[in-house]
């Protein structure tokens, strides 16, 4: 993500703080935030994806990918 749209986002954070967004503040920081997520989450998987796990022996392993669907434990 572009430093200018970061700095938007710290920009209109601040200006929440101080009085309330008009709607199309709101908008636009929505929608900043959205882009920022998932500029985020591509990076985050990126690096997992090219995550090793060596073992005594000396092999490496990529990471075993979680299915994001898997159901929790039920109680």
Same mark, same amino acid.
């Given at each position: 993500? &572009?430093? /200018?749209?970061? =700095? ?8 929440a703080?101080? !009085? @309330?967004?008009?709607?199309? &503040?709101? /908008?636009?920081? =929505? ?10 989450? !591509? @990076? ?20 075993? !990918? ?10």
């Amino acid at each position: 993500m &572009e430093q /200018a749209k970061i =700095d938007r986002i710290n920009e209109l954070a601040h200006l929440a703080k101080e !009085r @309330a967004l008009t709607g199309e &503040e709101l /908008a636009e920081r =929505d929608a900043l935030r959205r882009e920022y997520i998932e500029a985020f989450r !591509r @990076a985050t998987i990126d690096v997992l994806e090219h995550t090793y796990i060596q073992t005594p022996d000396g092999k490496k392993h990529p990471l075993p !990918r979680k299915d994001r669907r898997e159901k929790t434990r039920e109680e």
